[in-house]
């Protein structure tokens, strides 16, 4: 059973950097064709794809993001990691992880990222 | 990007009835060398992360009961319910993973009528 889990501090300070990373479980990320995948939803809004890092290491990422956006594999943890630079209130959100392979087919419960002085 | 525009915003459905909901993509989803085409639907209830239902247009995922549809081809896609139940009742999301960035439709809402 493959299992994800966010991890990371619920407030981040303005102009900071958000960092969250996401264990998995059941499954090795290093292996297979699979896309390692962020995506975050705003405040009582949709869904926001973030970006995504293969096991081979090449990254995806959505270009409103991009200048602030860096994705990175721990193979020695079997997870990944998300990190959003020069954060602002815009950036609030519940931040999810998520495996791509047909579809977003696993998913981490998500976690919230308040940023707020 | 690929802008995703889901419709209707708000669906009132009787459980037991059946439900159908339309998403419309800004450009085409089919990918010419595999032939296929890269639209999913996913449910989101209150409190949950969202769950993937249809992949590639029309493959079930895995657990999802068959009542649960998915065709359509280019542009126009349809997620349909041939009878809802209680369990079903939440906010529907339609992506697209053609081309980077994915993107999703805003979403419908399917609600106890």
């Known amino acids: 059973q493959v299992q994800l889990q966010e991890a990371g501090p619920g407030l981040v300070k303005p102009s900071q950097t958000l960092s969250l990373t996401c264990t998995v479980s059941g499954n090795s990320i290093t292996s297979g064709d699979y896309y390692w995948t962020w995506i975050r939803q705003l405040p009582g809004k949709g869904l926001e794809w973030i970006g995504c890092?293969?096991?081979?290491?090449?990254?995806y990422y959505n270009p409103s993001l991009e200048s602030r956006v860096t994705i990175s594999l721990d193979t020695s943890k079997n997870h990944f990691s998300l990190r959003l630079t020069s954060v602002t209130a815009a950036d609030t959100a519940v931040y999810y992880c998520a495996r791509t392979y047909g579809g977003l087919d696993y998913w981490g419960r998500g976690t919230l990222v308040t940023v707020s002085s | 990007d690929i802008v995703m525009t889901q419709t209707p915003l708000f669906l009132p459905v009787t459980p037991g009835e059946p439900a159908s909901m339309s998403c419309r993509s800004g450009?085409?989803?089919?990918?010419?060398?595999?032939?296929?085409?890269?639209l999913d639907w996913y449910l989101q209830k209150p409190g949950q992360s969202p769950q993937l239902l249809i992949h590639t247009l029309f493959y079930r995922a895995s657990g999802v009961p068959d009542r649960f549809s998915g065709s359509g081809s280019g542009t126009n896609f349809t997620l349909k319910i041939s009878r809802v139940e209680a369990e079903d009742f939440g906010l529907y999301y339609c992506m697209q993973r053609r081309v980077f960035p994915y993107t999703f439709g805003q979403g419908t809402k399917l609600e106890i009528k």
């Open positions: 450009q085409s989803l089919f990918h010419s060398d595999n032939k296929k085409t890269f």
């Open positions: 890092i293969l096991s081979s290491g090449n990254t």
